[in-house]
């Protein structure tokens, strides 16, 4: 009798647990019902072996030469780049033209009495001819001239030439004292975002940057957007740099604003078996595997599959593919060297997996909660029916 209460006593159990499972169901409350199973992607991922061969083809096709951008003969690429004038923004002779509000010193030599003396005391923008709002300037003897969108040269020509009836000879000097006519406008993550007067220094993107104190820690430099008029040009400020090629390095001109916007998904996720998990910032620099993975404190050796660092990259749109995996094989740590050279683009994900026993361990550990409520319930079980039988 003893040993058939023991045994009846478990059928109640396991369906007192069905029941408040199933339970659950019909608790109060609004559900919906939902089905978490997702098609395979296995057919939408390429999976590729991190090589040599693969690092050459994609340092070639980036335009790479090294960490420095050093050829072989030890040329900087951003030496090759000033000294080839075909490589450059524009090689057309820059000249300012003249616009409203401008001020402008006019000086007719061995004639005073043409010339407003600016005086000790006195500011050159105080004492010349401003630009009137009809683009034209005043001046004795001449009258009114225009000279707005004019070059200092032009206008330098037409005096000289209508003083020749007054003067002999005239010799005229004109120069822009007062640049308030053109301006641009630097915003976004700089140090010093503001207005930046257009003079008769040409101003290129890279001077305006340095102008305003440079980029912050917090700027996108692959995606500096320059605004004229209806038309957006995205310039990557990092490259330009990387490689030495100038021909980004536009003039700027009035009424273009040059904004560096912040870093926004221009980040390095690393994940998996690593002793600090993070997020890495490429705003300014470039980053390989390598570096990521030193970053987040390196692997964690006593969990991690050394042969399952994956670096996984969004696929282009066009290509039907949701992404391409590159795998690292480190289990020969030398194979590192490769990870060095294999740079990391924005949104990549590094993942390293767990070894098998890793995982093994894991499931030990999640199914050790449950194995030991088991053998509480039928000790407790067990228990009942002794002491119940011993009364």
Same mark, same amino acid.
């Given at each position: ?45 390429? +999976?590729?072996?991190?090589?040599? =061969? ?8 980036? !335009? @790479?030469?090294?960490?420095? #951008? &050093? ?100 010799? +005229?000097?004109?120069?822009?004292? =007062? ?8 915003? !976004? @993550?700089?140090?010093?975002? #503001? &207005? ?117 990259? @969004? ?77």
């Amino acid at each position: 009798m003893k040993l058939r209460r023991g045994w009846w006593c478990f059928p109640i159990l396991s369906l007192s647990i069905a029941v408040a499972v199933s339970g659950c169901a019909f608790a109060p409350g609004g559900h919906i019902d939902y089905d978490t199973d997702s098609a395979p992607v296995d057919d939408l991922v390429d +999976v590729e072996p991190i090589t040599l =061969g693969l690092v050459r083809t994609q340092q070639a096709a980036s !335009g @790479q030469a090294g960490d420095a #951008g &050093v050829d072989g003969s030890g040329e900087t690429a951003l030496a090759r780049a000033v000294a080839n004038p075909q490589r450059q923004a524009s090689s057309d002779p820059y000249e300012y033209h003249i616009g409203i509000g401008d001020v402008l010193s006019i000086i007719v030599y061995d004639h005073p009495e043409l010339t407003i003396p600016a005086g000790s005391e006195r500011p050159t923008e105080d004492t010349g001819n401003t630009v009137y709002s009809d683009g034209t300037i005043f001046y004795p003897y001449v009258g009114r001239i225009q000279v707005a969108s004019r070059t200092i040269e032009d206008v330098r020509s037409q005096l000289q030439s209508r003083l020749a009836t007054y003067v002999t000879e005239p010799q +005229v000097d004109v120069k822009v004292v =007062g640049f308030n006519s053109q301006k641009a406008y630097v915003t !976004g @993550q700089v140090e010093r975002p #503001g &207005v930046m007067p257009i003079t008769n220094v040409p101003m290129t993107i890279l001077d305006a940057i340095n102008l305003v104190g440079g980029l912050n820690g917090d700027a996108n430099w692959h995606d500096v957007v320059l605004s004229r008029g209806d038309t957006e040009t995205h310039i990557d400020v990092y490259s330009m740099l990387q490689s030495g090629d100038m021909r980004q390095n536009q003039l700027l001109e009035n009424g273009d604003v040059l904004h560096i916007p912040d870093i926004g998904n221009q980040k390095v996720f690393v994940m998996g078996e690593v002793m600090d998990p993070v997020t890495l910032p490429m705003g300014n620099s470039r980053l390989s595997l390598t570096d990521a993975l030193s970053e987040a404190g390196g692997m964690d050796e006593a969990q991690a599959d050394a042969k399952g660092i994956f670096v996984i990259r @969004q696929a282009a749109p066009d290509t039907g593919k949701l992404a391409t995996v590159y795998q690292l094989d480190a289990r020969n740590a030398t194979s590192l060297v490769l990870g060095a050279q294999f740079m990391l683009q924005p949104t990549d994900i590094v993942y390293v997996t767990a070894a098998p026993l890793s995982r093994w361990n894991r499931v030990v550990n999640q199914l050790t909660p449950t194995i030991s409520s088991v053998y509480q319930v039928t000790r407790a079980t067990r228990d009942f029916d002794e002491l119940r039988d011993g009364n």
